[in-house]
């Protein structure tokens, strides 16, 4: 699948089929929705949905945007998930310092690896992003505060602030989907900044960003540990909404799953990883009756997807509006 790209972007604006006004009103739409589906989608479904969506976005900052592909973002994903957990339930600490705990193991974890992996590039640069999740795995199983295979449990939501009481499962999803879009919100930007450009360039053509005077390595590290950081914050959060923090999130599947939603919702699309996180989500949830036959149901419709839809979801959806302005 690939990205609709810059060029394409420009032509929606050019046909009139994206304007700044249309934009808007997008966004606003989905902000109203996503204020107005708690009363309709049990709440704890759509927090889910909001962790992995962030998840999956911090995940196409890295590859969609800036051609990196990572095969161990589960390792900050569950290092937040661990640390915040711990935080909260062992030192008592209220679910703001957690998050910020959490995330902040995960920017550290992003710079540590980041400054080591893309000394490398192609399959070299996803082996050692494999590798070094491979120790958080290691890690998750052996030190002791993590609980091991039985993982971290009985996480409390304690109040937010000491006011707002997270046990409601709506003030808690008003929470997380507030992190939500604030994360969303930093992604967009750094995308249609200046330096969202500049990663597009070294995506596109690495040896030329670099004959025009850019540091690329260190644009590079700073779109690894901002991704990182955002995959932390939505493992942080993810531990809060469930309670616990187990291996599933440390393991490699989970980042095989977050290519799946990145791919199948749209690589180098804002709301492609969101859309792909949504229908993920929605299939392990709605499909769970079939046992084991739900993986072959989800690798199905990733083919299916890949062979009809290779720009993903979101990505078709732009560019059959570019050749079919409404």
């Not at 161990?72 to 915040?84: C, D, E, Q, R």
């Not at 769970?288 to 890949?306: N, P």
């Amino acid at each position: 699948m690939s990205a609709p790209g810059l060029q394409e972007s420009r032509a929606l604006y050019r046909l009139g089929v994206i304007t700044p006004a249309r934009k808007r009103i997008f966004f606003g739409v989905l902000v109203l929705a996503g204020l107005a589906l708690p009363r309709l989608v049990y709440p704890v479904f759509l927090m889910n949905v909001l962790c992995l969506a962030l998840f999956a976005s911090a995940f196409n900052l890295l590859l969609g945007y800036t051609g990196l592909l990572s095969f161990g973002h589960a390792a900050f994903l569950s290092s937040a998930a661990y640390v915040t957990g711990y935080v909260v339930k062992a030192w008592g600490l209220p679910p703001e310092v957690g998050l910020l705990a959490g995330t902040a193991v995960a920017a550290l974890l992003g710079w540590l690896i980041g400054a080591l992996a893309i000394r490398r590039s192609g399959i070299y640069f996803a082996m050692i992003t494999l590798g070094f999740a491979q120790m958080i795995y290691f890690l998750a199983v052996q030190l002791p505060f993590t609980g091991g295979e039985d993982g971290l449990q009985g996480i409390p939501r304690r109040p937010l602030l000491g006011l707002i009481p997270l046990e409601s499962e709506g003030a808690m999803y008003y929470f997380v989907y507030a992190v939500f879009l604030a994360g969303f919100f930093v992604i967009y930007r750094a995308v249609h900044s200046p330096f969202g450009h500049v990663l597009r360039s070294i995506r596109e053509n690495e040896p030329r960003a670099l004959s025009l005077g850019y540091d690329v390595d260190r644009y590079k590290l700073v779109a690894f540990v901002l991704s990182a950081t955002l995959a932390g914050l939505a493992g942080a959060l993810k531990a809060l909404v469930m309670q616990f923090a187990t291996l599933t999130d440390a393991h490699w599947h989970k980042s095989g799953e977050v290519v799946l939603m990145t791919l199948l919702g749209g690589m180098g699309t804002i709301m492609g990883p969101s859309v792909g996180a949504l229908v993920v989500v929605t299939m392990d949830n709605y499909l769970s009756g079939f046992g084991d036959w739900v993986t072959v149901i989800v690798g199905a419709v990733f083919v299916a997807g890949v062979l009809g839809f290779r720009r993903g979801l979101v990505g078709e959806a732009l560019h059959l509006a570019r050749n079919f302005p409404f």
